[in-house]
């Protein structure tokens, strides 16, 4: 059993930072993508970022040179450092792992809200 756990959120105010972080626990083998969505109340899930087990990265049009994706593959855990944060970056955000079998893991979400 995979599981995803997700740490980091919390409260700040604009144009503070945040860093996530997610780590994944069990069995599983090889990593397709590591990445973080988010959904604001009222909003479907998006994409924030991505990143492969080749280390290219995808980034949201409106976190482009704001939020940065990592990881630590000894540690089997990613990172999101959120910079510069806006009130509309407020949301639940998730985690996300996507493996070579074609398994999709989500974290329980961890909370973002960013004060004007």
């Known amino acids: 059993q995979v599981q995803l756990v997700e740490s980091g959120g919390g409260s700040v105010q604009a144009g503070g930072s945040l860093r996530l972080s997610c780590a994944a626990s069990?069995?599983?083998?090889?990593?397709?993508?590591m990445g973080w969505y988010h959904q604001a109340p009222g909003k479907q899930r998006e994409l924030v970022a991505t990143?492969?087990?080749?280390?290219?990265?995808n980034y949201a049009d409106s976190v482009k040179g704001r939020f940065t994706i990592s990881r630590d593959n000894g540690k089997n855990t990613w990172y999101l450092q959120m910079n510069s944060l806006k009130p509309e970056d407020t949301a639940v955000y998730y985690c996300y792992l996507r493996t070579l079998g074609r398994n999709s893991y989500w974290g329980q979400g961890t909370q973002v809200t960013v004060a004007s």
């Open positions: 069990g069995t599983f083998f090889g990593i397709n993508t």
């Open positions: 990143i492969s087990g080749s280390g290219s990265t």
